[in-house]
């Protein structure tokens, strides 16, 4: 039960858009007409609880207008969408949002969907120095064996330092999944890639420069043989491509060098 809805029976005012009954019919997307009926109240204040939920964040009004945009029955604008989402976030005089659950979950959906945090900051009209603050002072409670404060109790840093954490690793694991789709498909320039990248100690450097020529290491060269006879690819062929990636790795060194 909603505090909205123990708040109003003290006060002896329950909207009937609060009943469980109405709000899974907005749910469903039944016709204004029938959910009026069914509330006992005219469709002209089923229309206007739907009206006042796209323009506030009053409740029940704002949960019952998502509900229906969401059943697919009425069609929102993008104003009125936006209204309503920003109607989530609890503000500051100064407009910039308050840190709650709600905001955790903004945050952590935008991380995932790999955009940069000061990104994000700049989308939700928060500061970047507010957002880094926050998470250090989860990362302290997280680490902090003294702290025993739940996931819900407020202010939540150490859960927004956790969901955003998590939230970091899941563009990087689905761009390695689709790297290593790449491999078993037999791209062996991925393979390359990979190697290069996760065993940079054996498979960095597989080349020495001897004055201004280039050439293979003996081990290496036993590599290239290897993948091209298991790939069916001609070694002399595979080589030219490993020397080649190893000049242009060598330049964008020099140059970043320099």
């Given at each position: 039960?909603?505090?909205?809805?123990?708040?109003?029976?003290?006060?002896?005012?329950?909207?009937?858009?609060?009943?469980?009954?109405?709000?899974?019919?907005?749910?469903?997307?039944?016709?204004?007409?029938?959910?009026?009926?069914?509330?006992?109240?005219?469709?002209?204040?089923?229309?206007?609880?739907?009206?006042?939920?796209?323009?506030?964040?009053?409740?029940?009004?704002?949960?019952?207008?998502?509900?229906?945009?969401e059943s697919?029955?009425?069609?929102?604008?993008?104003?009125?969408?936006?209204?309503?989402?920003?109607?989530?976030?609890?503000?500051?005089?100064?407009?910039?949002?308050?840190?709650?659950?709600?905001?955790?979950?903004?945050?952590?959906?935008?991380?995932?969907?790999?955009?940069?945090?000061?990104?994000?900051?700049?989308?939700?009209?928060?500061?970047?120095?507010?957002?880094?603050?926050?998470?250090?002072?989860?990362?302290?409670?997280?680490?902090?064996?003294?702290?025993?404060?739940?996931?819900?109790?407020?202010?939540?840093?150490?859960?927004?330092?956790?969901?955003?954490?998590?939230?970091?690793?899941?563009?990087?694991?689905?761009?390695?999944?689709?790297?290593?789709?790449?491999?078993?498909?037999?791209?062996?320039?991925?393979?390359?890639?990979?190697?290069?990248?996760?065993?940079?100690?054996?498979?960095?450097?597989?080349?020495?420069?001897?004055?201004?020529?280039?050439?293979?290491?003996?081990?290496m060269?036993?590599?290239?043989?290897?993948?091209?006879?298991?790939?069916?690819?001609?070694?002399?062929?595979?080589?030219?491509?490993?020397?080649?990636?190893?000049?242009?790795?060598?330049?964008?060194?020099?140059?970043?060098?320099?």
């Amino acid at each position: 039960m909603s505090s909205y809805y123990i708040d109003t029976m003290a006060k002896g005012r329950v909207s009937k858009a609060e009943d469980p009954v109405v709000q899974n019919l907005f749910a469903q997307g039944s016709p204004i007409a029938h959910i009026a009926q069914v509330a006992g109240v005219s469709k002209e204040t089923v229309q206007g609880w739907l009206d006042k939920g796209a323009k506030t964040k009053d409740e029940p009004y704002r949960t019952v207008f998502l509900s229906y945009v969401e059943s697919g029955a009425i069609t929102a604008t993008a104003q009125e969408l936006d209204a309503a989402e920003e109607a989530l976030l609890p503000v500051r005089q100064d407009r910039s949002p308050l840190l709650n659950h709600d905001l955790i979950y903004r945050i952590a959906e935008l991380v995932r969907e790999g955009h940069h945090l000061t990104t994000i900051c700049r989308h939700i009209g928060l500061g970047d120095h507010m957002l880094q603050n926050w998470i250090e002072k989860g990362r302290q409670e997280f680490d902090d064996d003294e702290n025993h404060k739940s996931y819900q109790d407020l202010p939540p840093y150490w859960p927004l330092y956790v969901e955003i954490e998590a939230a970091k690793a899941e563009p990087e694991m689905a761009a390695v999944s689709t790297w290593m789709s790449a491999i078993r498909a037999g791209d062996f320039r991925a393979a390359k890639e990979f190697l290069m990248m996760r065993y940079p100690e054996r498979w960095k450097q597989p080349a020495q420069h001897v004055g201004a020529e280039l050439r293979i290491s003996v081990d290496m060269k036993q590599k290239i043989e290897h993948v091209a006879a298991r790939e069916g690819l001609d070694p002399g062929e595979l080589e030219a491509e490993v020397v080649e990636l190893v000049k242009q790795a060598d330049g964008s060194y020099a140059k970043a060098e320099t």
